[in-house]
């Protein structure tokens, strides 16, 4: 079974940071594209980060860009989201996603996952 378990979430002041993780079972891991989106209530779904694993290509929204960083342990199946200088416009529930097919384009623009993990409540308070 194709899984995504997501964690790291949770409350801090603008400026601080927060880590997130993403483990992906049931893949093979190596051929993902994955990433992450983050939805705000009654605003639509917004990119934040997409990676290609055996590629290495890594694209960032550029609101975020320059303030969170994408990093991999590939023996543990996780990818991580490194997010610093953390505002209140940051706050949302974030997603994990993968595309299993490693189809790295369509994953960014279109969201094109066949499979996204549980939400992750991150929050910034001012």
């Known amino acids: 079974e194709v899984q995504l378990q997501a964690s790291g979430g949770g409350l801090v002041q603008a400026g601080g940071s927060l880590k997130l993780s993403c483990a992906a079972s049931?893949?093979?891991?190596?051929?993902?594209?994955i990433g992450w989106f983050r939805q705000v209530p009654g605003k639509e779904r917004e990119r934040v980060s997409a990676?290609?694993?055996?590629?290495?290509?890594?694209y960032y929204e550029d609101s975020v860009q320059g303030r969170f960083t994408v990093s991999i342990d590939n023996a543990k199946r996780t990818i991580f989201l490194q997010m610093n200088r953390l505002k209140p416009e940051d706050t949302a529930v974030y997603f994990c996603?993968?595309?299993?097919?490693?189809?790295?384009?369509?994953?960014?623009?279109?969201?094109?996952?066949?499979?996204w993990g549980q939400g992750t409540q991150v929050t910034v308070s001012s």
């Open positions: 996603a993968a595309n299993s097919k490693g189809w790295l384009n369509s994953f960014w623009n279109n969201g094109q996952a066949d499979k």
């Open positions: 990676t290609h694993i055996r590629d290495g290509i890594t």
């Open positions: 049931g893949f093979t891991f190596d051929r993902l594209a």
